[in-house]
């Protein structure tokens, strides 16, 4: 079993950056594809990042891609999303997500969800 706690999110301009974190409990950080998805209001929750046990595999959103990093350190049980030229489309709120079951960009392949952290991003 893991605990997911993110931070980080906020309020900011278009063209700024901001860099999410995801603090997992366990010691089993290691052993799992950690993902971040978003949710905006009144609409699907969707896929931005994952990244797989070692950092070694990252995969990302189309919309996110060359703007967004994901990154892990699992000597801090940590996962990160740097984000970077923020748009106001990426006002949503940030969940990250855990799986034993392999690198996925499906929420429901995901077993565990932290409660997510608002991102705002003011034209």
């Known amino acids: 079993q893991v605990q997911l706690v993110e931070s980080g999110g906020g309020l900011v301009q278009a063209g700024d950056s901001l860099r999410l974190s995801c603090a997992a409990s366990g010691r089993t950080f290691s052993s799992y594809v950690m993902g971040w998805f978003r949710q905006a209001p009144g609409k699907e929750r969707e896929f931005v990042a994952s990244i797989n046990w070692s950092g070694s595999i990252k995969h990302y959103a189309e919309s996110v891609k060359g703007r967004f990093t994901i990154s892990r350190d699992n000597a801090k049980n940590t996962v990160y999303l740097q984000m970077g030229s923020l748009k106001p489309d990426d006002t949503a709120v940030y969940y990250c997500?855990?799986?034993?079951?392999?690198?996925?960009?499906?929420?429901?392949?995901?077993?565990?969800w932290g409660q997510g952290t608002q991102v705002t991003v003011s034209s």
């Open positions: 997500a855990a799986t034993r079951r392999g690198l996925s960009s499906s929420s429901s392949e995901y077993e565990h």
